[in-house]
């Protein structure tokens, strides 16, 4: 057992998580808890109906805003998790004609009252990004070329001339230049997933100060094993691509492991990419066909609308989920269009059921955008794919390569041009930026290592920073710089494996591994955790089940997180073999007996944190590791180095 006192001090809230968490349960704990509510199906629908007239939308009836979660909390009827002291709850249940809500027409009924109180107890759950006030914002299908700004302080990139207008109009000052340091580990982290080495370093520093960082990054990307191998846990989560799972036994589902891997190696061009998963061949047809759920499922969950919500959601970010049941209570999408994109997949006449109700009517092959091109209906299904395909992927289509710009731009600075990545619909925070990232990303031949150097050697994606605040959190927020990241699952365990060299010796993921180039350090040659199937660690850290589409992972520290990095026996085991590892390490073998744990402790602090440690903590990491460093207490180390903010986020 690891010795607390030893700690950071700053690891004393993960005790106190942990101590939280298991304690003994009460009567109150031990009920069972209520289903979750699902929000846009069932607390939407009733506010829309009965109170959307009063108080969305400009019309505020004593002061009362509905509009977004932010004006619910401002309005103080409600308060989260509370719904016996919340004067929503008093107002729909009063039976005084002066204070009781609605004020007229049928009141609510018990169904609908109890849906708004456990909708409140379970602390006001709200989809990102959904707002009942009508937006102005059409966004548009066609690109638009952009007209730069002109330059100002010798800021010639294009991102920093658009972004200095921005920052000049929001009266803001330009965020400053992180140091030299800084940026050698968030852009390793960002491009390749992998921590810098010594010899990374060593090579940086002796570039030209002003072409270093521009020369780094074309080394990055020019590695294309390390790069197909972080950026393929963002395709495996986008595409709901695994190794095993739900539907591979049976036969219900399909990876695209190995068509998939190769793309990223080839940096296959986008557009070409998208039309492979649409009209597919060979390795690449398992995106479309979703899966095949054993026995009866929902309407809205058959693999013809699976493929709507899918290809929707994934290169337009449009919901489509909602609107595969009825009309979209969340935006402006009704089920004929759901179904219409249905129908382009289906073998048969696909029948239109809303609510699970069959409608009597056959659904008819359409395309979102009407206005690019159309579907012919009556060719069989693999042509009217190849139209699908020729349209999702048009030149003249700006919905599919903002998206992606968008998701990149978002995986970069932690925050989206358009917030949510899957709400296109709402506004960019500014839109000749999103414009023309898009049109660079089509004028440079749809080529996505080109459009992450683009962005990376921007002054913007260099700065320190943003200090994170209610202003950049909320809804409307200004741009201010990068925000802070953490560390991926993924992006976790390969850090410790590269500090501990343990990496594991096979890959689950059934693809072919080129050999590494003479450019990758040894000390991040391995396999690397986006090839191994999820553990229970890396599922508690986030890794999703990829039975569904995810475009962004949960950033906040949950108790169970700090549980398993706190006591988790996955954690424990992951600590031993890096302890027996590093002692072993030549370095450590043959340094002088009275200086080895000196001489560990600095190296575990430079391939960690990328710097020698002052002298504090010097000292006590030597006190951690003792005389003669032993197996324990290397652990102890690697645990309080591994728990530090410095190491698990992304500056």
């Known amino acids: 057992m690891r010795s607390l006192p030893r700690l950071d001090p700053s690891l004393c809230i993960l005790a106190i998580v942990f101590c939280w968490a298991t304690r003994p349960a009460n009567a109150q704990d031990s009920a069972p808890k209520p289903a979750t509510i699902d929000f846009a199906h069932t607390v939407a629908p009733i506010i829309k109906l009965r109170c959307a007239e009063c108080h969305t939308a400009g019309k505020y009836k004593g002061s009362f805003s509905m509009d977004t979660r932010e004006d619910f909390l401002k309005s103080m009827a409600v308060q989260p998790g509370k719904s016996s002291?919340?004067?929503?709850?008093?107002?729909?249940?009063?039976?005084?004609?002066?204070?009781?809500?609605?004020?007229?027409g049928d009141r609510l009924t018990t169904k609908q009252i109890d849906l708004l109180k456990a909708w409140i107890d379970q602390g006001l759950p709200w989809d990102p990004g959904f707002s009942f006030k009508t937006s102005n914002y059409v966004p548009p299908i066609l690109p638009r070329k952009v007209a730069l700004p002109a330059p100002t302080e010798n800021r010639q990139h294009p991102i920093d001339r658009i972004l200095d207008a921005y920052h000049t109009r929001n009266k803001q000052k330009l965020p400053q230049p992180a140091d030299d340091d800084t940026f050698l580990r968030r852009v390793h982290l960002d491009l390749i997933g992998q921590l810098p080495t010594q010899a990374d370093r060593e090579k940086f520093q002796a570039d030209s100060p002003s072409e270093r960082r521009a020369l780094l990054v074309k080394r990055l990307l020019a590695e294309p094993r390390p790069y197909a191998e972080h950026w393929l846990t963002f395709w495996n989560d986008?595409?709901?691509?695994?190794?095993?799972?739900?539907?591979?036994?049976?036969?219900?589902?399909?990876?695209?492991?190995?068509?998939?891997?190769?793309?990223?190696?080839?940096?296959?061009?986008?557009?070409?990419?998208?039309?492979?998963?649409?009209?597919?061949?060979?390795?690449?047809?398992?995106?479309?066909?979703g899966i095949k759920w054993r026995g009866s499922v929902n309407a809205s969950q058959v693999v013809e609308l699976q493929f709507s919500?899918?290809?929707?959601?994934?290169?337009?970010?449009?919901?489509?989920?909602?609107?595969?049941?009825?009309?979209?209570?969340?935006?402006?999408?009704?089920?004929?269009?759901?179904?219409?994109?249905?129908?382009?997949?289906a073998n048969s006449p696909l029948e239109i059921n809303r609510c699970d109700k069959p409608q009597g009517r056959k659904a008819t092959a359409a395309f979102l955008f009407p206005q690019l091109g159309t579907i012919d209906a009556s060719l069989p299904r693999d042509k009217r794919l190849l139209q699908l395909a020729d349209l999702v992927t048009h030149e003249k289509n700006g919905r599919f390569t903002r998206t992606i710009a968008n998701r990149l731009w978002q995986r970069l600075f932690g925050r989206g041009i358009v917030h949510p990545v899957d709400v296109m619909a709402n506004p960019p925070f500014d839109a000749d930026l999103l414009d023309y990232l898009g049109t660079w990303l089509a004028d440079n031949r749809y080529d996505l290592k080109q459009l992450l150097e683009h962005i990376v050697t921007s002054q913007a994606y260099q700065s320190q920073v943003a200090v994170t605040g209610q202003e950049v959190a909320g809804a409307d927020h200004p741009f201010r710089g990068p925000e802070i990241k953490r560390l991926s699952a993924e992006q976790l365990l390969d850090a410790i494996w590269q500090i501990s060299q343990t990496s594991p010796k096979n890959s689950a993921a059934p693809v072919k591994i080129p050999a590494w180039t003479a450019?990758?350090?040894?000390?991040?040659?391995?396999?690397?955790?986006?090839?191994?199937?999820?553990?229970?660690?890396?599922?508690?850290l986030g890794r999703p089940n990829r039975e569904q589409v995810v475009t962004t992972r949960p950033d906040q520290l949950t108790t169970l997180q700090a549980i398993d990095l706190a006591n988790g026996k996955e954690m424990a085991q992951l600590l031993s073999a890096g302890a027996a590892s590093l002692l072993k390490a030549d370095l450590i073998q043959k340094a002088d007996p009275k200086s080895q744990s000196a001489t560990l402790a600095r190296l575990i602090y430079q391939r960690a944190l990328s710097r020698e440690p002052a002298a504090g903590e010097l000292a006590v990491a030597v006190e951690i590791l003792g005389e003669k460093p032993a197996e324990d207490s290397v652990s102890d180390l690697l645990w309080t180095i591994f728990m530090l903010p410095e190491f698990q986020l992304i500056r």
């Open 85 to 104: 002291t919340s004067e929503l709850i008093e107002r729909i249940t009063s039976d005084k004609p002066d204070h009781r809500m609605p004020p007229k």
């Open 238 to 289: 986008l595409l709901r691509n695994d190794y095993a799972g739900t539907g591979f036994i049976d036969g219900g589902r399909k990876q695209i492991s190995a068509w998939l891997y190769q793309s990223l190696i080839d940096n296959k061009p986008y557009n070409r990419m998208v039309r492979e998963l649409i009209s597919p061949t060979g390795d690449s047809d398992g995106f479309i066909h």
């Open 309 to 345: 919500q899918n290809v929707s959601q994934v290169f337009f970010g449009i919901n489509m989920k909602c609107a595969s049941c009825h009309d979209s209570f969340i935006d402006t999408w009704k089920l004929e269009d759901a179904y219409s994109l249905a129908a382009v997949i």
């Open 519 to 540: 450019d990758t350090p040894p000390e991040r040659r391995g396999i690397r955790a986006s090839l191994l199937n999820a553990d229970p660690l890396t599922r508690s």
